[in-house]
Structures are given as C-alpha cells and as structure tokens.
C-alpha cells in the first residue's frame, strides 16, 4: 500500500510538471510577443512561438533533473530559473538577431514574469492534485 502511494505520488509529481510547462509555454508565448512589441522587436506569433518551444523542449527535462536529483523546491525553482534564461538569452539572441546583452535582458524579464505566473499555477495545481490524491485515498 505504501509503494502504491509513493508511485502515485511521483506519477502525480511528474503530471504536474509536465500540465505547468504547457501552461507557461502557452503564457510564455504571449508574454514574449507583448514585450517584443513592447521593445518594438519582431513581435510575430511565429517568432514568439520558436523561442517558446525550445523553452519547453529543455525546459521539461531540466525540471524533470532537478526535481528528482535535488526534489521541488524554492531555490531549485531558482536553478531552473537561471537555466532558462541561459539558455533563452541564446536562442533570442538567434532568433531576434540582438546582442547577447539585449537578449538577457529581454529574458530576464520575459522569465521573471512567466516564473511568477508558474508559482501561482504551481500552487493551484497543487491544491487540485492534493484534493485529487486524497479522493484516491479515501
């Protein structure tokens, strides 16, 4: 019975992981295009959408690592964070063809926003998923 509950819970874990990324990448999207044409850059949905999926290409794996190696948290919500925008400087810096320090700092932003939109999605489907697992259990 123990075993089953730990295997629900990562299966649980691993669901959640998998519902935010799509959720952010949606956001994500969205909120690349307005500060895009809030800078007056190319603010294409096709344009938002590459820097997007590739986001979410590493994203997902990344949060996948971290989670099992180190398990949720803050600060490893932090690790993720800064990995993001690592990596996502480069890719702007590819796709909207800008110096590597505009790049940052469009993701800087464009990642601090999506972080705290994640942290409210995150808490909400905590809460839907706790409820879930405890109607499992009863």
Same mark, same amino acid.
């Given at each position: ?6 295997? $629900?819970?990562?299966?649980? /874990? ?13 956001? #994500? ?18 344009? /938002? ?9 590493? #994203? ?10 180190? *398990?949720? *948290?803050?600060?490893? #919500? ?9 990596? *996502? /400087?480069?890719?702007?810096? &590819? ?5 590597? *320090?505009?790049? &940052? ?8 926003? $999506? ?10 489907? #905590? ?7 405890? /109607?499992?259990?009863?």
């Amino acid at each position: 019975m123990i075993n089953m509950l730990f295997q $629900l819970v990562e299966i649980i /874990a691993f669901t959640t992981v998998i519902i935010l990324a799509i959720i952010i990448f949606i956001v #994500g999207t969205y909120v690349t295009r307005w500060y895009a044409k809030k800078k007056e850059w190319d603010d294409s949905l096709s344009t /938002a959408f590459i820097v997007n999926i590739i986001w979410l290409i590493t #994203g997902i794996p990344i949060s996948l690592l971290v989670e099992y190696l180190f *398990g949720a *948290g803050f600060l490893f #919500g932090l690790l993720e964070l800064v990995l993001a925008i690592i990596i *996502g /400087a480069i890719v702007v810096k &590819i796709v909207y063809k800008k110096e590597f *320090g505009e790049s &940052i700092i469009f993701v800087i932003v464009v990642q601090i926003v $999506l972080f705290l939109i994640a942290i409210l999605v995150g808490i909400v489907l #905590g809460i839907i998923l706790g409820i879930v697992l405890v /109607a499992l259990l009863i």
